[in-house]
């Protein structure tokens, strides 16, 4: 009998039960969830607090710490699927035109790298895309450094656990939906902030973390309903005009007594603007394609693990992939003689593509056309590359000027309104941050720019402080005048 020299890689296993963890600060949630002919069953549920950061301890004690707390609880479960923390998650958004999928992810490399500003080398990348009109998308790109990564990985190796996912529990709380489903504003109350996540358009339209939002009250937790409500208004007011016409409703996550105190203030300020406020006290009827025990209470341990055992795919996954067993047998026999057996099999190949030299009779006539027309194309793409760099040193309009003319006539000359620091990007968006003695003077220098000629969608993007504040607002100016003195 002739050898079978055919193989079949291993695919893993669909699992059928699972370990949901949760890390908000030094806050450990976790729940063991078992998936039967689509039931699920509780097996073991508990919440500790670590001693050790996971970022600043050693990853092996770490792992320790955390595999006593499992034995603790009498979870022997090792397939587990973990929630980071959203304060570890940088974002950046932008708009996508219509573009086949290969051009769009090159294009979305490069806003990448312009819209974090950290090497996105050491960055693991996640997308969600929300359609658009006209055939655009818009993207929220979400990155967590791989340092943070690898220590968790390491952390779970240490602590004998395999993940088969890292992601966030403010997206299985809320997941995105459907494009048809209408556009939900998510707040998760945590141990020492305030998660946002705003969904729309079958996407994740915007994804915040609100540091700040709750504090520590001499051992009584406080949260600060109007610092939400203002980083709400501002958020919903960054996205796209269609997005944020989508948005119908508030769902809000966490303790009852913080929840409740919350969601009174959300609708106050949000229901005139035909928002409506909801406290997620329980999951919906069939919320995981099957039968969720009674009377579970609403955790992002609990929905991390159903959503993963029902298969729903996570908005934003950032576990690094593992190389295949083809490149793991690369890695590992590519020195010696295997190398050169492999080089002698390479030379081979090429002589066998020999048969196929037709194809170059083909090439050959293609460059012949080239050829015919290389000299015409190179001198459209000199006009294209003069019109590119010299355009903007003809323009008539001093629209650089006539932006900080507007400016200054707007700050008030007392100096209760000052600017550091004034961006102006091709197409009139101008960026301002600096400072201000009051939020009064900070509206009246805004009433005043809002009201120049050529202003056009001031926002207020950023306020921070209280005396002084610092604050960043943007605007588009649209000048259609001639010279400014």
Known sequence: MKPDFKFKLRKRKKLTTLLGLTLDGSRLDGVVLKRTNGSLTVLQNFSVTLALDPLTAAPDLVGRELRNQLDAAGVR????????????????????????????????QLEAERGFHTDIAQLQVADSRS????????????????????????????????PAG?????????????????????????ESHVGLQITAAGGVAALRALEGAVTDDGGRRALHADFVVRETRITLGQLPAELRAAVKHIR???????????????????????LQTEVVAAYAPGEFGGQAPPDVPVSGAFSLAARFLAGQKAALEFLPPKPTFIERLVVKYSSGRLRTAGAAGAAAVLLLLGVFGYQQAVLWQLRSQWSQMAAKVGELENVQDNLRQYGSWYDGTFRNLAVL????????????????????RDGGAVTCSGTARDYAALLAMQASLRAAAGV??????????????????????????????
């Open 456 to 485: 056009t969608d001031l926002k207020l993007q950023q306020v921070r402080g209280k005396t002084p504040m610092q604050f960043v607002f943007a605007f588009n100016f649209n000048h259609g005048g001639g010279s400014e003195n």
């Open 166 to 190: 890292f992601t966030l529990r403010l997206t299985a709380l809320q997941p995105a939906g459907d494009e048809a489903a209408e556009g939900v504003v998510a707040l998760a109350v945590g």
């Open 405 to 424: 003319r507007e400016l200054s006539l707007a700050f008030p000359q007392d100096g209760a309104v000052t600017a550091k620091n004034i961006q102006i």
């Open 252 to 274: 809000i996550f966490g303790p009852r007594e913080l929840t409740r105190e919350l969601a009174d203030e959300m609708e106050l300020k949000f229901e005139p603007m035909g």
């Open 77 to 108: 479960e090792r397939d587990c699927i973990v929630g980071v923390p959203l304060k570890w998650v940088l974002t950046a958004q932008t708009e996508l035109p219509p573009l086949p999928e290969a051009d769009a992810a090159s294009l979305l």
């Open 131 to 162: 359609p658009l009109a006209g055939g655009k998308t818009n993207v929220l790109l979400a990155g967590i450094p791989n340092p943070h990564l690898v220590a968790l990985e390491n952390i779970c190796a240490a602590a004998k656990l395999k």
